[in-house]
């Protein structure tokens, strides 16, 4: 007798476990506190999975398997996947475990630990093994996305003509990063109302995290595939086509603009990335999508998800406790939804406890520019995304944190650190006109923190930094300020972050 191990970000039937079934195999799924409390996950992220879990379950059952599955409240669960690997085990007396192999070293030890033999076979899902990877890595000095993606484009011939992309580009970001105006008549994505799974499941995990940061409802996202080809279908219709100009823009009360809220459902199984990024350079083929919208976002599936997968395997257990720059802040409360003056941080702090959901530029130009200014422990910060994001798996979370956003790791995944005065910020979104804080002011009480805590942050680093051929010269701009400016600017930084460590608003 054997047991099949689907975890809640296994929900695909093509899964590799999946394929090694036989008829009387026993298939375990677990709601389990150990999971669902191992960081303090937004509601609506626990809600999906476990809706989607229980909807996945129902569609094995009536394919003709075998499903045993805990519920978070029967009180025979374990809760822990070990622990209901080991019980499941004793029932039906069985003598090995199929696993696809978790996002996460902490569950790949602890099945690896199992005291009962566990196959752990690939996570077919992606499209680069993690031999493919390494030998990519092998001898590089420096791991460029853009190299790795060109591979998996002629890998997919997605956009290409014979061995040439598309257009005769592999990137067409000059024709990206635009800001965007505010459109009542901008297409949002797909609501739906909960049926009765999701209903009971709501029910449940307001009993039971009643103190987690985030709003449990409206709840309007899918919870099984069918929804989740309607979100993607409507992206495909609606939005990609404006995609491409506006990925980088942020707008006040607009949590999702042109994006297509797809990272839940293909995180959980519940779409491929494959037959996504198909149906945007098929909806390209058509005439439907410009070239520059559909390669750039098909860039981001093959590319960056594929490229941080990557990093997270080929770097190891220990990624998430790197902190080269030695930053070591507590996690202000803002991040908790405390109130705060500063606009930019309230849209994206706010409209996370709403949704689970802020979009690439707001996660990386907004909290975490923030929490890298302003010197916060990477920890916590990996810890908050992971918590607060519906898309949130080590996997893919930590090298954004980690790598990309908080430069803990030295520069494995971005050769700068991700850093900008308010500037950036006002040009790509309209926050700036409804803060307290003055964008153009660089010192003085109302200076946007963003000004100071830039200037304060490269100072701080300046020997790591000062020869660094892409953020370099900001150094010169320094030093060529007077004296009094520049000890001004730095008085300004340091009362704000005392201010901050003692919990004022800010
Ligand atoms: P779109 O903007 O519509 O993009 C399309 C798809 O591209 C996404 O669905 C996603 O699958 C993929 N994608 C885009 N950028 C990335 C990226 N950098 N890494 C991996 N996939 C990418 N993404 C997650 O899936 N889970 C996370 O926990 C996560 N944490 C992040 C933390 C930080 C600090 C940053 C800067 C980015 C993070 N991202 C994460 C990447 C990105 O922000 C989200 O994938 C994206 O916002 C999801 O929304 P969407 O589906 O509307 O994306």
Known sequence: MRLILILGDQLSHDLSALRAAR?????????????????????QKIAFLFAAMRKFAAELRAKGHTVAYATLDDPDNSQSIPGELLRRAADH??????????????????????????????DDR?????????????????????????????KTGLLMEGDQPAGGQWN??????????????????????????????????????????????????????????????????????????YQDAMLQDDPFLHHSILSPY????????????????DAHAAGKVRLNSAEGFIRQIIG????????????????????????????????????????????????TRDHAYAHHIQRLMVTGNFALLAGIDPHQVHEWYLAVYIDAYEWVEAPN???????????????????????????????????????????????????????????RHRERFERNPRIGRAFATWDRMDADRRDRIRADAAAFLTRLEAGEVV
């Open 126 to 154: 992606f499209l680069a093994s993690h031999a493919e990877f390494e030998a990519w890595a092998d001898g590089r000095k420096e791991l460029r996305m853009e190299w790795f993606y060109r591979d998996m484009r002629r």
């Open 23 to 43: 008829p009387d195999d026993i298939i375990v799924m677990a709601e389990v506190a150990s999971e669902a409390g191992c960081v303090p996950h937004h509601p």
């Open 266 to 281: 293909i995180n959980a199984g519940l779409l491929s990335p494959l037959e996504v990024c198909q149906a945007a350079a």
């Open 401 to 459: 944190v980690i790598g990309m956003s908080q430069f803990a790791d030295g520069g494995v995944v971005g050769s700068k650190p991700y850093v900008s005065s308010g500037n950036y910020i006002h040009k790509m979104s309209d926050y700036c006109g409804g803060c307290a804080y003055k964008v153009a002011d660089k010192t003085g009480p109302r200076a946007c923190p963003f000004n100071l805590l830039y200037w304060d942050f490269l100072v």
């Open 304 to 351: 960056w998800r594929e490229y941080m997968r990557g990093i997270y395997f080929l770097e190891g257990p220990d990624y998430t406790a790197r902190n080269v720059l030695g930053h070591d802040r507590a996690l202000p409360p803002v991040y908790w939804g405390a109130p705060t003056r500063m606009n930019c941080m309230a849209q994206a702090v706010g409209q």
């Open 172 to 245: 067409f970001d000059h024709d990206n990063r635009k800001p965007a105006r505010a459109d009542l008549l901008r297409a949002r994505p797909p609501r739906f109302e909960p049926d009765a799974v999701t209903a009971q499941v709501l029910d449940l995990v307001e009993a039971r995290f009643p103190d987690n940061f985030g709003r449990l409802r409206p709840f309007t996202y899918a919870t099984d595939r069918a929804g989740a080809l309607q979100v993607l279908d409507h992206f495909i219709a609606h939005s990609l086509d404006e995609f491409g100009p």
């Open 93 to 122: 007396g069985a003598t090995l475990v199929i696993a696809t192999e978790p996002g996460e070293w902490r569950l790949i030890a602890a099945l690896s630990d199992l005291p009962i033999p566990v196959t752990q076979l690939p």
